[in-house]
Nanobody, 129 residues
Framework: VQLQASGGGLVQAGGSLRLSCAASGGTFRRVASGWFRQAPGKEREFVAAITRNGGTTYSADSVKGRFTLSRDNAKNTVYLQMNSLKPEDTAVYYC???????????????????????WGQGTQVTVSS
């Protein structure tokens, strides 16, 4: 499975961006997927995730109410809609896929980067103040 992330860019605070993550060589249809981000000098952190059946999404507290993850099975693409962006959202954003076939009800499972098997190359998001 190869993941291709796109949609990053430079935006002013309060603006919006939509990130896309397209899968090839596999499908998102029954796969858990997530978005993580890494700012300079910081560790990679969880942003949002969706379960393999698409029934539940999880978000980090820092983005709750502003970021929305969605999945289009027909296009084999996962999206991260980011609204009300803040300078602290500046980071490289990575999409990831978990192909282990596990449907966990524990949000911590999806928040853990080690539980993802495939990663996209990252897309830079820069929010100016």
């Amino acid at each position: 499975v190869q993941l291709q992330a796109s949609g990053g860019g430079l935006v002013q605070a309060g603006g919006s961006l939509r990130l896309s993550c397209a899968a090839s060589g596999g499908t998102f249809r029954r796969v858990a997927s997530g978005w993580f981000r890494q700012a300079p000098g910081k560790e990679r952190e969880f942003v949002a995730a969706i379960t393999r059946n698409g029934g539940t999404t999880y978000s980090a507290d820092s983005v709750k109410g502003r970021f929305t993850l969605s999945r289009d099975n027909a296009k084999n693409t996962v999206y991260l809609q980011m609204n009300s962006l803040k300078p602290e959202d500046t980071a490289v954003y990575y999409c990831a896929a978990n192909v282990r076939g596990i449907l966990s009800a524990d949000s911590r499972y999806y928040r853990t980067s080690q539980n993802y098997d495939y990663w996209g190359q990252g897309t830079q998001v820069t929010v100016s103040s």
